[in-house]
């Protein structure tokens, strides 16, 4: 059984999430940060760092192949538990299965609310007074495993979609971190 507390960071651009959960650390270990784009603004962050990083472009790879891969360098690593940071790339059910119970998601929505992309905008259009994030276990559903943490964040008049993103990302930045922590340590 490894230990839940070696975590690997899954990307694949700026990478705001994960800066959060390596500088935010406590309870647990960023040993790696993974990504399906080499062009990941986030890896030139973690690179500076000191990080493990490692990338291989994902498109035109067949689904589970890819995630072989990259589950091997996971493994290699000695990971225990697999954070899921804006990846854009939903995993193969093969990948979901080998890492089961081990995958967390942030998704910039109060899911059930908004599963999905354009999360903001669909929030706007529905004239929701709150909006806010979650996270959660990833299973084959698409955003739709338990839910381990929310915090909300008021939507204000004049929000647009990048308004509201702002102020919602702000949020993702203290729950996943806090969130990750419990999950690894519970
Ligand atoms: C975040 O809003 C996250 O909730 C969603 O994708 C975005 C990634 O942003 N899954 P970043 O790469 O962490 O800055």
Redesign the pocket.
Known sequence: MRDPRRVAVL?S??????RALVEKADGYEIVLVASNKPDAE?LVWAEQRGLHTWSLESKGQPKEAFDRQISAIIEAHDVGTIAL??FMRILSRWFVAEWRERIL????SLLPKYPGLDTHARALEAKDAVAG?SVHVVTDELDAGQLLGQAEVPVLPGDTSQSL?QR??AA?HQLYARVLSEFVNR
Do not use: D, F, T
């Open positions: 990307i651009g700026r990478g705001s999430n994960m986030g940071a804006g998601n942030i998704h910039p994030c993103e919602v990302l993702e």
